[in-house]
């Protein structure tokens, strides 16, 4: 049955395809002969980087598949997928891990204002980048299109799974909270973790097993 549909997976910000979240579901997906496909979202450009331009890669991915779609999303990439699903009806179910909810106004606590204004004036940030183990520029251009983005616009009810750490302190657990509070077709799930989820992938495995039954 899982072989009728397309999975893709979309890793966090400023990390990478190879993360230990996306190495771990493609090989479980890999063991009950399913294909998880794990796209490359920093394009070799992470400089140029936008919420935009994964939702146009995802999409340019999506548009001349025949069989229905289903998103694994991670933190920004959960978010990515939750726009995606609004907008693309052959997308029929998603599952986040710790998806960046109010991701702006994270990155804005995070950053502290004087570090904003600096982005803003230089034009470009130093931000680590994890998936490379070191420092990437970033533009400017990636927070005034996040701007665009209003989670309260998220209203297409499709079956959706939300895993979140109950020690993130990246995306307080708050922020999924609200987000399912509101919305009758999302499930979450809490679990004694941080950002990462990197000591419960067998749970999510195994919920994300039953979710599919």
Avoid at 3 to 31: Q, V
Avoid at 62 to 73: C, D, F, R, V
Avoid at 170 to 198: C, M, N, Y
Wanted: a neutral charge.
């Amino acid at each position: 049955m899982l072989n009728n549909y397309t999975f893709i997976y979309l890793h966090g910000f400023a990390s990478s395809p190879r993360s230990n979240k996306a190495i771990y579901l493609r090989d479980r997906f890999a063991e009950i002969n399913v294909k998880l496909n794990v796209v490359d979202l920093n394009q070799d450009d992470f400089f140029n980087l936008t919420l935009s331009r994964q939702i146009h890669q995802i999409e340019s991915e999506i548009q001349n598949k025949s069989t229905p779609i289903i998103l694994i999303g991670s933190s920004f990439g959960g978010l990515t997928s939750t726009f995606l699903a609004e907008r693309n009806r052959n997308i029929k179910a998603i599952v986040l891990l710790a998806p960046a909810f109010n991701f702006l106004s994270h990155l804005r606590k995070s950053l502290g204002e004087e570090k904003l204004q600096k982005w803003r004036e230089r034009g470009n940030y130093w931000i680590y980048h994890y998936g490379e183990k070191g420092y990437s520029l970033l533009s400017y251009n990636f927070i005034i299109d996040l701007m665009k983005y209003q989670d309260e616009k998220l209203r297409r009810p499709l079956p959706t799974l939300i895993f979140h750490g109950l020690n993130d302190g990246t995306i307080p657990i708050q922020a999924s909270r609200e987000f399912a509070v509101k919305r009758s077709w999302v499930e979450l799930i809490e679990l004694d973790s941080d950002h990462t989820l990197g000591n419960v992938m067998p749970t999510i495995w195994e919920e994300i097993n039953q979710f599919f039954q």
